[in-house]
């Protein structure tokens, strides 16, 4: 069974960093891409990371691009996502999910709540 | 970026039959896809590429279109189907959500 579980996530104060991580079973992690996708409180969802199967290439939206990063330990089977300089707009359930980029979601974990407040 | 509209909000009695639809800005040639999302979990993948049913998704649920104007169909509604649905894009640069449209049982 293909399962993903997110952790990592919790309060901090603005400018903080923070790593979420999200450990994958159930599937070759190394063959497939790993992203994340973020929903702010009562509201749509938005994609902010990418990587592919070998970790050599990642893809950013505008809104985090220099503030976040994302990377995969294949030995491991997790993902990672660091957030660096993290503003109260970055509120918001993270999600990490297996899917092509160019392509659907097919897998979600349960997500890690992120709440950047002072 | 490729901005999906979605009505807020639509309301139905279980058994009949309802379309939801998404209109992209610009064409995401069949690179359409359809989520389930319940109070408190995950979104779920019900339908990609406009119109393939994932798999496990009763086939209650169906999908169509293609270019910028999209629907997804349930068919009969049952009164499990209470949900926000969005669409998603992964054609254009960078890939898109709907805001969602919530499906409410009468």
């Known amino acids: 069974e293909v399962q993903l579980v997110e952790s990592g996530g919790g309060l901090v104060q603005p400018g903080s960093p923070l790593k979420l991580s999200c450990a994958a079973s159930?599937?070759?992690?190394?063959?497939?891409?790993l992203n994340w996708i973020r929903q702010a409180p009562g509201k749509g969802l938005e994609w902010v990371a990418s990587i592919n199967p070998d970790g050599s290439s990642t893809y950013y939206p505008d809104t985090v691009k220099g503030r976040f990063v994302v990377s995969k330990d294949n030995a491991k089977n997790t993902g990672y996502l660091q957030m660096n300089n993290l503003r109260s707009e970055d509120t918001a359930m993270y999600y990490c999910?297996?899917?092509?980029?160019?392509?659907?979601?097919?897998?979600w974990g349960p997500g890690t709540m992120v709440t950047v407040s002072s | 970026d490729t901005v999906l509209t979605q009505s807020p909000a639509l309301a139905v009695s279980p058994g009949e039959r309802v379309s939801i639809s998404c209109r992209a800005s610009?064409?995401?040639?069949?690179?359409m896809h359809w989520y389930q999302q319940k109070p408190g979990q995950q979104p779920k993948l019900l339908i990609y590429k406009a119109s393939n049913l994932a798999s496990g998704v009763p086939a209650r649920f169906s999908g169509s279109g293609s270019g910028t104007d999209f629907t997804l169909t349930i068919d009969p509604v049952e009164a499990d189907d209470t949900a926000t649905y969005f669409c998603q894009q992964s054609w254009n640069d960078p890939p898109t959500f709907g805001a969602g449209t919530k499906l409410e049982l009468k």
């Open positions: 610009e064409g995401v040639n069949s690179y």
């Open positions: 159930g599937f070759t992690f190394s063959s497939n891409w």
């Open positions: 999910a297996r899917g092509n980029y160019y392509s659907s979601y097919p897998f």
